[in-house]
């Protein structure tokens, strides 16, 4: 599957971006999806998590209340939709996508369960 990350910019504290992950080469209903994101000389974090059917979600501690991920099966298309940004939110976002686990009932939230990775989507917030 291949994964393209868009919507990422510059924003200010207390503002909302909303990130889309558009995957192509695999059914929409064949992949779990999960946003991570990196900041320079960190390593890659887990933001949120979806199963394939969006039946069940997962999220970091740090986007709970701020963020919520959906996705439209029929365009093949996650997203990521991000409230009351914080600096601290900066960050390169990257969508992935896991194939092997579809069946069961929980998302990783580790980076290695991801088998696929878009090309990540710069989120600035200023302060």
């Known amino acids: 599957v291949q994964l393209q990350a868009s919507g990422g910019g510059l924003v200010q504290a207390g503002g909302s971006l909303r990130l889309s992950c558009a995957g192509s080469?695999?059914?929409?209903?064949?992949?779990?999806v999960g946003w991570f994101r990196q900041v320079s000389g960190k390593e890659r974090e887990f933001v949120a998590a979806?199963?394939?059917?969006?039946?069940?979600?997962s999220y970091a501690d740090s986007a709970k209340g701020r963020f919520t991920i959906s996705r439209d099966t029929a365009k093949n298309t996650a997203y990521l939709q991000m409230n009351s940004l914080k600096p601290e939110d900066t960050a390169i976002y990257f969508c992935?996508?896991?194939?092997?686990?579809?069946?069961?009932?929980?998302?990783?939230?580790?980076?290695?369960?991801?088998?696929?990775w878009g090309q990540g989507t710069l989120v600035t917030v200023s302060s």
């Open positions: 080469g695999r059914s929409s209903t064949r992949y779990d």
């Open positions: 979806i199963k394939r059917t969006g039946s069940s979600t």
């Open positions: 992935a996508a896991d194939v092997r686990r579809i069946l069961s009932d929980d998302l990783r939230q580790y980076p290695g369960a991801y088998d696929y």
